[in-house]
């Protein structure tokens, strides 16, 4: 089975830092998805990738994914407390895309003032 | 914009009741998705369906069971709640037609077992 390893598992940034949080697939990816979730609610999609060196933006926030499809980064630029939360990789083991996702354990993302 | 909806956001059971989980989503999608959550451990799949009545067990099935009677509702039972069944427990759903079969999440059910 799929295994997805997020590094950092928290992170502590003051405001105005840039950050990268890693995630690691012990298989290739066919799809790699980012949610964040704030503590205690449900996971908001962020971006999914699916093609060797794709990388996508989405206001301050970059996703990509290694040429290898084994591992992707999520770099946030000029961090804000808005961007406090937990950040969870998903991958779809299949490549149907109908079954459910494989999760990393999250990092937690701290932002201090 | 799709919503996903989940019956309680909060939800005390004692050991050995029957307790049921309910979640509809409102955008006609093919597939739903029952996870739980723990510190620790991340998400992990119980269930899932791709269709009305038709459900696979995901990675952790034991202790529960589902029912898709209709397209939007997906329905997460415990026969008979543990303490061990204590979690936050999500509800997704996504659709082929949707593109990248983005997975779409209820805001949660924190089930605590007494």
């Known amino acids: 089975s799929q295994e997805l390893e997020q590094s950092p598992q928290s992170l502590i940034v003051q405001e105005g830092k840039n950050l990268t949080i890693n995630c690691t697939s012990s298989k290739t990816l066919y799809g790699l998805y980012w949610y964040k979730q704030k503590y205690g609610e449900g996971l908001i999609f962020l971006m999914m990738l699916q093609k060797g060196g794709e990388e996508k933006s989405h206001e301050k926030i970059t996703a990509k994914l290694d040429e290898k499809k084994q591992q992707s980064s999520l770099h946030i630029t000029a961090s804000q407390p808005s961007h406090a939360g937990i950040y969870l990789c998903g991958a779809d083991p299949t490549g149907g895309g109908a079954d459910g996702l494989t999760f990393g354990k999250g990092t937690h993302l701290i932002i201090q003032p | 914009d799709v919503k996903v909806t989940q019956s309680s956001r909060y939800l005390v059971k004692r050991t050995g009741e029957k307790v049921f989980l309910e979640c509809v989503q409102d955008?006609?999608?093919?597939?739903m998705f029952w996870y739980r959550q723990d510190p620790g451990l991340g998400l992990r799949l119980i269930y899932f369906?791709?269709?009305?009545?038709?459900?696979e067990k995901g990675d952790i099935p034991e202790g529960y069971s589902v029912s898709r009677e209709k397209k939007e509702r997906f329905s997460l039972i415990l026969e008979s709640a543990s303490t061990n069944q204590t979690s936050m427990y999500l509800c997704?759903?996504?659709?082929?037609?949707?593109?990248?079969?983005?997975?779409?999440f209820g805001p949660g059910t924190r089930l605590t077992v007494t």
């Open positions: 369906s791709y269709d009305v009545k038709m459900k």
């Open positions: 955008m006609d999608h093919e597939n």
């Open positions: 997704a759903s996504s659709s082929p037609r949707v593109f990248l079969y983005e997975q779409y």
